[in-house]
Nanobody, 122 residues
Framework: QVHLVESGGGLVQAGGSLRLSCAAS????????MGWYRQAPGKQREFIAE???????NYAESVKGRFTISRDNAKNTVWLQMNSLKPGDTAVYYCKAPDIVDDDGLVWSDYWGQGTQVTVSS
């Protein structure tokens, strides 16, 4: 089995910071890119940031300069450092792996964690 578990969400005032983490566990053979997405009630899920295995990153325009994605390949963990938070950042944040290959060769396509709630008050 493969699991993605997010943590670190919570309630923070505008201008504050949070650090989210996502840990993959199980019989994992390989993980390529990993990313963060968010979804507010009644809205579609949107891309926030992604990081390749070699460390190359991409960010949504709305979070550039405020959020930083990083990963530890040995630990199969990805983080999202969120600074200068705004009320508009309020959403459930999800970790995503486009593909995870387990030790049996099974590909878990577009594999998502369960999400962690981030609420930013004004």
């Amino acid at each position: 089995q493969v699991h993605l578990v997010e943590s670190g969400g919570g309630l923070v005032q505008a201008g504050g910071s949070l650090r989210l983490s996502c840990a993959a566990s199980g019989s994992i053979n390989s993980i390529n890119a990993m990313g963060w997405y968010r979804q507010a009630p009644g809205k579609q899920r949107e891309f926030i940031a992604e990081i390749s295995r070699d460390g190359s990153t991409n960010y949504a325009e709305s979070v550039k300069g405020r959020f930083t994605i990083s990963r530890d390949n040995a630990k199969n963990t990805v983080w999202l450092q969120m600074n200068s938070l705004k009320p508009g950042d309020t959403a459930v944040y999800y970790c995503k792996a486009p593909d995870i290959v387990d030790d049996d060769g099974l590909v878990w396509s577009d594999y998502w964690g369960q999400g962690t709630q981030v609420t930013v008050s004004s």
